[in-house]
Every structure is written in C-alpha cells, then in structure tokens.
Nanobody, 119 residues
Framework: QVQLMESGGGLVQPGGSLRLSCSGP????????MAWYRQAPGKERELVAS???????EYANSEEGRFTISRDNAKRTMYLQMTSLKPEDTAVYYC?????????????WGEGTQVTVSS
C-alpha cells in the first residue's frame, strides 16, 4: 500500500503564505508524475499544479505566479509554496501520484491537508 502524506496546512490570513509538503516512497518519486489538487466545500476536486519526475511543470487556472510546485526526489518530497493567499484558496489540498502504463494508470492519493484563508 502506497502512502502519500501531506503536511503544512493550517489557518492563514489573506495575503499570507504557506508551504505544503507531500512525502512518499522512493519508487513513486523516481518515476511518477506528482500533483497537487484541491477541493473546496461544495465544489469538485480540481488540479492545482503538476510536476513530472523530470521536472516539467504545469499550472491549472491562474495559480501560476502565486503558487510554486517543486519536488526533491532525493528527499522523496513534493512541495507547494503558496503566496498572496486569498479566501477562495480555502480548501483541502491533496497530493497525487500518477504513472501512465501503456494500458493502465497507477494512481495514489494522500488524505489531504486543510488550508483555511481567513481573517
């Protein structure tokens, strides 16, 4: 059973910053594309950003510029640096790992970490 463990969530004031971390097994960080998703109350889970094992990055929506995704494969950790946080960034943030085989997808999720942006 693959375990992905998020940390770093919490309560922050608007305009503040947080850094989320996701740790996992070595073989995941060696080969899998990692991503951060978030789910706000009453909304569907949405992609925030992804990063391949080789470091190619994609951001969804308009978070690029405020959010920075990175990974340290040697430390088996992925990060999401979030700045200029807004109340609408309030959500549970999930770590995701995915590998595309020729005829199958291997995918894992963390349990999530709550981020609340409020004054």
């Amino acid at each position: 059973q693959v375990q992905l463990m998020e940390s770093g969530g919490g309560l922050v004031q608007p305009g503040g910053s947080l850094r989320l971390s996701c740790s996992g097994p070595t073989h995941i960080f060696r080969s899998y594309t990692m991503a951060w998703y978030r789910q706000a109350p009453g909304k569907e889970r949405e992609l925030v950003a992804s990063i391949t094992s080789g470091g190619l990055i994609e951001y969804a929506n308009s978070e690029e510029g405020r959010f920075t995704i990175s990974r340290d494969n040697a430390k088996r950790t992925m990060y999401l640096q979030m700045t200029s946080l807004k109340p609408e960034d309030t959500a549970v943030y999930y770590c995701n790992a995915k590998f595309l085989f020729p005829s199958a997808v291997d995918e894992y999720w963390g349990e999530g970490t709550q981020v609340t942006v409020s004054s």
